[in-house]
């Protein structure tokens, strides 16, 4: 069975609606987070691609993430469509960490060129700017940045990592082709954005889709958790169902989820979300009944 698909919006791209997420490839770092091995990338990524996920996110600061797609995936690059990041800085050769940005032309022209060359590509499908604010995006220019490197064709579209309160007036200036923005049953307040930024045509690229996974079995934090107790969503669960696909499943029901990227490292939890995903959205009386459930237990949208 394939995967189900989207258009991304405006882009035109037919993405799988499971993407993964490479941060999980970035490598050591230096506060925590799991290491990766070379052995760990090559089989992950490969395994991604044969799975039929067609849709990678990463980024400039994700440590080795792009230097190991490049190594892995670079004979494969018709099979998927690529996106990273910018403004980013490397303040630590080789780990991603909460390191600042550097809103300017030229680091934005520095991470496009790195990004390309360590992923052994000469484009990327989308360019994402990565969580500036409103005041600095406008300041610097940095849409005209993206702008000029569309038009050179090294990026094929253009979009912005983002979070309330900037998200909103990013939507209204209808410049952005896609929006990267999280969402799930236990982080729903930008569920209303979503649809409004879909409905002006752009794609959405959904993280944190699985709040991590639950604690115990994923990186998942325990207080974040405790709204999926509270609203009871237990009672909802199919016979075998775990509390994550239940997640996942949610996000994918959003009518406006075009794609949410997952990451993990392990071959038997990608088998795992691949077959979620091929079960696809929860029936509408289940998903309407778990917001209904989550609301009342304070997990609302803004």
């Known amino acids: 069975m394939s995967l189900p698909k989207k258009?991304?919006?405006?882009?035109?791209?037919?993405?799988?609606?499971?993407?993964?997420?490479?941060?999980?490839?970035?490598?050591?770092?230096?506060?925590?987070?799991?290491?990766?091995?070379?052995?760990?990338?090559?089989?992950?990524?490969?395994?991604?691609?044969?799975?039929?996920?067609?849709f990678i996110d990463t980024a400039n600061d994700y440590g080795?993430?792009?230097?190991?797609?490049?190594?892995?995936?670079?004979?494969?690059?018709?099979?998927?469509?690529?996106?990273?990041?910018?403004?980013c800085h490397m303040q630590f050769a080789g780990d991603h960490d909460e390191t600042p940005h550097i809103w300017?032309?030229?680091?934005?022209?520095?991470?496009?060129?790195?990004s390309l060359m360590k992923m052994r590509t000469d484009?990327?499908?989308?360019?994402?700017?990565?969580n500036p604010d409103v005041a600095t995006t406008e300041q610097n220019g940095l849409v005209d940045v993206l702008t000029e490197l569309k038009q050179s064709g090294v990026v094929r579209h253009i979009g912005c990592s983002s979070t309330s309160p900037h998200l909103a007036t990013y939507i209204d200036w209808g410049v952005f082709d896609v929006f990267q923005i999280p969402y799930s049953a236990?982080?729903?307040?930008?569920?209303?954005?979503?649809?409004r930024a879909a409905e002006a045509g752009a794609g959405i690229?959904?993280?944190?889709?699985?709040?991590r996974g639950e604690p115990g079995s994923g990186l998942g934090n325990q207080d974040r958790w405790t709204a999926f107790e509270k609203a009871k969503l237990d009672e909802l669960l199919e016979p075998g169902e775990s509390r994550t696909a239940f997640l996942l499943r949610f996000t994918l029901s959003h009518p406006h989820c075009h794609t949410t990227i997952v990451g993990t490292l392990s071959p038997d939890h990608l088998r795992e979300n691949v077959a979620i995903a091929q079960a696809g959205a929860l029936p509408a009386d289940v998903y309407a009944e778990a917001k209904k459930r989550l609301d009342a237990a304070g997990e609302s949208p803004e």
């Open 123 to 130: 484009y990327v499908d989308v360019l994402q700017l990565h």
């Open 64 to 87: 080795k993430s792009e230097m190991y797609i490049g190594q892995f995936l670079a004979d494969r690059r018709d099979e998927y469509y690529l996106a990273t990041k910018c403004g």
């Open 186 to 195: 236990l982080e729903r307040r930008h569920e209303n954005l979503i649809t």
């Open 7 to 54: 258009t991304l919006g405006r882009t035109g791209l037919e993405v799988t609606q499971l993407g993964y997420g490479a941060m999980e490839v970035r490598g050591k770092r230096i506060w925590g987070g799991r290491p990766c091995t070379d052995e760990q990338a090559d089989t992950i990524l490969n395994a991604v691609v044969d799975a039929g996920i067609n």
């Open 104 to 114: 300017t032309r030229e680091n934005i022209m520095r991470n496009i060129s790195d």
């Open 205 to 211: 690229i959904i993280r944190g889709g699985v709040a």
